[in-house]
């Protein structure tokens, strides 16, 4: 059997996630870390979350986690779940259990003192992967062999593990994207197109929070390509069209060219119409943040933007349109070009403006009250030469001060008599 050094897994041997193990060793009972941290691990990528599988019950991981003096939280308690946080470090400690009663979004569970049972009522082979303290890997289901080969399965019956949790659907399309999966299983696959209307049951929120995951990932054009093949996603982004798909291979050239993260949301762009109407429609039912719906409407409304734009034009660009708007129209045309380029020369030009734009600000100074001042009758004038002082300033190259700008609305019609 296969069991990890402290050089494969650091985290596994670290004092805090050790103490946790042994205390529940001490009062007779048996613990070890299940899921994505060992899956992770075996695949050399980060790990982000550590979850804790054992034979004791809740009420007495509860009760034992408290006296020893971790701070604890038991919201989970119900299906059987301690979250103990020890030295800035959060855990996750789950009976083991089965599920019963499953509607497709929950499910009703019992209880139990086995491991196989428990590792039967997870999504997929190489999440139901189990080790010890000792780094000792417990296989029962056949995750190892997937995940040497890449294969994405889920355990048993496809059909009922999808049925159990219709989430289970995009997870799979997730994992696909972010695990390097060369070999989905046909019959989950087939299942998925089966049972894809399940999602309609599943709240917005848990399937926008899965999307952005899948959309985050390295490349996840092949995964997107197999869920629109599978109807899966015309359901999440109704006015998708399959070849807008692969523009997401530029925006990949493009962060790797500049070693910038994903952005989920530029990939989004690319996966939807530049209409604020349809945006706003698919914001409000996938239950977009304020942030998300604003940015995706105004980027919609804006133009594309040259790389060869001159500075004039980018700053009254940048004056009359929020500065992420800007942002990701320049981004988008930089992929664009680059995709196309054998130089680096549109990186250079990009860096260039990008950085521009993240510094230049501007901001119109005079007021109504400084018109007043100098004579100026109240009312709706007061506006209108505003904004025809403020056009001036614009022309101006953004020069023009503030007492340049009284100075000429005393010298031309803007002043009232």
């Known amino acids: 059997m296969k069991c990890f050094s402290g ?48 034979t004791s019950f809740p009420e007495k991981t509860l009760y034992h986690m408290r006296k020893s ?21 959060t855990y996750e400690i789950t009976t083991l259990r089965s599920d019963t009663q499953a509607d497709g979004r929950y499910t009703k569970v ?50 009922n ?9 995009l997870r799979f399309f997730r994992f696909y994207a972010c695990l390097d999966i060369k070999n989905p299983h046909r019959e989950g696959i087939q299942a998925i197109g089966k049972l894809k209307n399940g999602l309609k049951r599943i709240s917005s929120e848990r399937i926008w929070k899965e999307m952005k995951k899948l959309l985050s990932a390295s490349n996840p054009i092949q995964s997107l390509l197999q869920m629109h093949k599978s109807g899966v996603l015309p359901m999440v982004f109704p006015d998708i069209k399959s070849h807008w798909i692969s523009s ?3 925006l990949i050239k493009a962060e790797q060219a500049l070693a910038s993260t994903p952005d989920p949301l530029l990939r989004l762009i690319c996966l939807i119409p530049a209409d604020s109407g349809k945006i706003k429609k698919l914001a409000n039912h996938l239950k977009f943040s304020n942030a998300e719906k604003k940015r995706l409407i105004q980027w919609a409304d804006s133009t594309p933007i040259s790389l060869n734009i001159s500075y004039p034009e980018l ?34 030009k990009y860096v260039r403006l990008r950085n521009f734009i993240l510094r230049w600000t501007a901001h119109f100074p005079l007021k109504g009250v400084d018109l007043i001042k100098i004579g100026m ?3 709706p004038q007061i506006g209108e030469a505003l904004k025809k002082l403020e056009a001036k300033w ?24």
């Open 69 to 89: 003096g971790f701070h604890v939280m038991a919201s989970g308690i119900n299906f059987g779940t301690i979250t103990v946080t020890a030295k800035d470090k």
């Open 7 to 54: 050089k494969e897994a650091p985290w596994l041997f670290e004092h805090s996630l050790q103490r946790l193990l042994n205390l529940l060793s001490n009062i007779g009972e048996e613990a070890r870390i299940v899921g994505g941290a060992i899956r992770d691990t075996l695949l050399k990528k980060s790990i982000n979350d550590i979850d804790i599988a054992t």
């Open 248 to 250: 997401i291979h530029a």
């Open 161 to 169: 593990r999808i049925k159990e949790d219709f989430l289970r659907i």
């Open 315 to 348: 700053k009254n660009r940048v004056y009359r349109e929020e500065k992420q708007a800007t942002l990701d129209q320049l981004y988008l045309s930089f992929a664009t070009i680059y995709d196309a380029s054998k130089n680096q020369e549109p990186s250079i």
């Open 110 to 159: 019992l209880f139990r003192k086995n491991w196989k049972t428990d590792a039967e009522r997870r999504d997929f082979t190489i999440n139901a992967l189990y080790s010890d303290k000792t780094g000792q890997i417990y296989d029962d289901i056949g995750g190892l062999e997937d995940i040497e080969n890449r294969v994405l399965r889920f355990i048993g019956n496809s059909e």
């Open 377 to 379: 009758n109240p009312g």
């Open 394 to 417: 614009i022309q101006s190259n953004f020069q023009e001060n503030k007492n340049s700008l009284i100075s000429l609305a005393l010298k031309s019609s803007f002043h009232d008599q």
